[in-house]
């Protein structure tokens, strides 16, 4: 997978933002300016699934910190399940579950493979406003990925064919302290969301009016991981 720092001060405690499937830094990006009190972490952003390897370089900054809380949205709640990370203090999954194709606790495989298959610039103008209901235009933009499609359809695949390979439970050592479920996704179903917390004995909060892009309803780091 790709990594990049989004905040680098040389701070004690690191924060790991587990991007959604198709997304680049720019989500991360706005998020730093949008939420501007200060996390007091060192951020990385993750994202392009391809390959659930860590970069070396961030394997041993998380060696290194103090801390490591995580944050993962979507499909980044599935890759930072398997990514193989052994520390974590705190652990937040926001619209989405350790079971990205699955009938009841993650996307239907038929929209799975149906999205798979179908994916060109046109349905992605489609997914983007079923992702963004709600969300402001100025932020929408802010946050497109620039990503091609045929860029996003190759790492959609991947992670198709990866889930396969994967036990239906994480083996990572930690949990998730808690999950997000917007009342408003359209992506992944928050009964399905609900479905697959209840299992996993994780605390869920449901915000009625959270799209699958949620970070507008948030207020910033802090209240994340509180």
Known sequence: MKAEWIVRQGLRDLLLFFNGW????????????????????????LNDYRDL???????????????????????GVWAASNAGLARIE????????PFPVDAERGIPPEIFSG?????????????????????????????????SAADQQEELRSIGEEVTH????????????????GGRDLIFSPENQRRAWLEAGVPAVEIAAMPHFPFTHIAGWRELLA
């Open 22 to 45: 198709g997304m680049d830094r720019r989500v991360a990006d706005w998020l730093v300016l949008a939420w501007s009190a200060d996390s007091g972490r060192d951020i990385a952003v």
């Open 53 to 75: 390897s860590l970069p070396v370089w961030l394997g041993e900054a998380i060696a290194d910190a103090d801390s490591v809380d995580l944050v993962a949205w979507s499909l």
């Open 90 to 97: 705190r652990a937040v999954a926001i619209n989405g579950t």
């Open 115 to 147: 999205t798979l298959e179908g994916w060109n610039d046109e349905n992605r103008k489609r997914f983007e406003r079923r992702m963004m209901g709600g969300v402001p235009a100025e932020v929408v933009e802010s946050v497109r990925s620039l990503r």
């Open 166 to 181: 994967f036990p239906p439970k994480s083996s990572a050592s930690w949990r998730f302290s808690k999950a997000l479920i």
